[in-house]
């Protein structure tokens, strides 16, 4: 059995179990494109079967790897954009202490950190200073090598390294995860004998987690990647072998968000009351963002940090348009016990709090969210997680896949490409001048000056 739970009921007064059931002949239409790879963008269906395929001799690798890192690496950089760093992060952070980056001198395991994943000069150059007194380690992730932001990152990271190590010396550090066959970073590895790792051909970027993508990264970072993929292996059965949509927490989940789209229920803002699922949030924004948004088409995928947010964002959320609905992530279980002291003055006046756990405040004060946001025509929709740990992670990952691909295709989108991404890169690419863009560059010049 799944640990993981979706609860529908703060969504009952706009969805009725009966408008559910109406989806039961589309879902298994839909179920079959996927497990028999016949649906659109079926050349990017290799994340279904993939956590069961994941072979002793990967793990042992990756285990192996990560140990050296370790031992030679107080630092760790990541240098990847959208799903080549989002799922890493998003794991490590939820399993990490909030104050994890603070504590840089008592880590027991590289601190890890980022590149690639913006063109900030400040953010790049404070990182290159960073790094100068410090041993460190690079995972490179890019299954073409030519991604504007990353390589551009790894240009100046190499550079750094071999002028920090020698170049040989550097080479045993850089850890390149890549395509198997082809492309710029391929043939450096090749050339500079980097330790490589595949990016399987048919698994797309934000459904790479699964991979040595996300895999290294979180075992360098100390955790346990044996109980991540084995919470992804009880996922991936259970999907597959249940098919009553009550039952099935990846079909309800869809079934759901598109009946709610199509009562105009356009945004959906996923709700963390645990701040370290801030970067989970931000990896399933990018998995059902670029995943669905095509053809005019789509759920907004937003998110908030409460209670944090409920004092900014949640006026808009209890009272501004209604074409929203929310999906909260709720944590059974925290890692930490603290509890509220007794004040003799009591001047804040919550000696009636006292002897309470923060854990306890804290789940009444999303009841009582939800239950605000319903009776303001917000459906609200629960992801329930008895605690963070590996293994639920490895559950949540693979529900949101399933639950994204299913989506999908009940919107009649290819989930699994991204082709408005190109733009942004074209017009960039122009600007530059690059050798090859000469016809854009003449006509975007002429566009900006007309």
Not at 25 to 42: F, P, V, W
Not at 189 to 197: H, I, M, R, T
Not at 387 to 412: H, K, P, R, T
Request: proline content about 3%.
């Amino acid at each position: 059995m799944i640990q993981l739970k979706v609860r529908i009921d703060n969504a009952h007064g706009f969805v009725s179990d009966e408008e559910i059931k109406l989806f039961k002949s589309e879902t298994d239409l839909q179920r079959r494109k996927i497990y028999e790879k016949t649906g659109a963008g079926n050349d990017f269906l290799g994340w279904v079967d993939l956590p069961c395929q994941i072979d002793e001799r990967l793990i042992e690798s990756i285990e192996k790897d990560a140990a050296r890192i370790k031992a030679d690496s107080q630092v760790a950089v990541v240098v990847g954009i959208g799903g080549s760093y989002l799922g890493a992060r998003a794991i490590i952070d939820a399993l990490s202490s909030n104050f994890y980056q603070m504590q840089f001198t008592g880590n027991k395991n590289p601190l890890v950190v980022y590149a690639g994943q913006n063109i900030g000069e400040d953010y790049t150059a404070e990182l290159l200073d960073f790094l100068n007194d410090k041993d460190y380690s690079v995972i490179v992730i890019s299954k073409s090598g030519t991604t504007t932001e990353p390589a551009i990152a790894f240009r100046l990271l190499r550079k750094h390294l071999e002028e920090k190590y020698g170049e040989e010396k550097a080479s045993e550090r850089i850890y390149a995860i890549t395509d198997a066959s082809k492309g710029a970073l391929k043939t450096l590895a090749v050339n500079k004998s980097y330790k490589s790792y595949v990016i399987p051909d048919d698994v797309g970027g934000r459904y790479s987690v699964l991979t040595p993508v996300g895999l290294l990264p979180v075992a360098v970072a100390g955790f346990n990647i044996r109980e991540f993929v084995n919470g992804a292996i009880n996922m991936q059965e259970y999907l597959k072998r249940e098919e009553d949509i009550f039952k099935n927490p990846a079909l309800l989940y869809a079934i759901v968000r598109n009946i709610l789209y199509r009562k105009g229920k356009t945004i959906e803002v996923m709700a963390n009351y645990t701040s370290n699922m801030m970067y989970f949030t931000e990896w399933w924004k990018q998995l059902y963002g670029e995943s669905e948004g095509k053809d005019q088409k789509g759920i907004f995928p937003a998110g908030v940090n409460f209670t944090t947010d409920l004092h900014s964002m949640g006026q808009y959320i209890q009272d501004g348009m209604r074409n929203l609905f929310e999906t909260v992530v709720r944590v059974e279980k925290p890692k930490r016990i603290l509890e509220i002291p007794h004040d003799n003055d009591n001047l804040d006046g919550l000696n009636f709090l006292a002897g309470q756990r923060l854990s306890y405040v804290n789940k009444m004060a999303e009841t009582g969210t939800i239950l605000a946001h319903v009776d303001g025509k917000v459906p609200n929709l629960e992801i329930i997680l008895p605690q963070i740990n590996e293994n639920v992670l490895g559950e949540l990952v693979y529900f949101f896949e399933m639950g994204c691909a299913l989506s999908g295709y009940i919107l009649d989108v290819n989930p699994f490409d991204q082709p408005g991404v190109e733009a942004y890169k074209k017009n960039m690419f122009a600007l530059l001048e690059k050798p090859g863009f000469e016809q854009e560059t003449n006509e975007i010049k002429k566009r900006l000056t007309d």
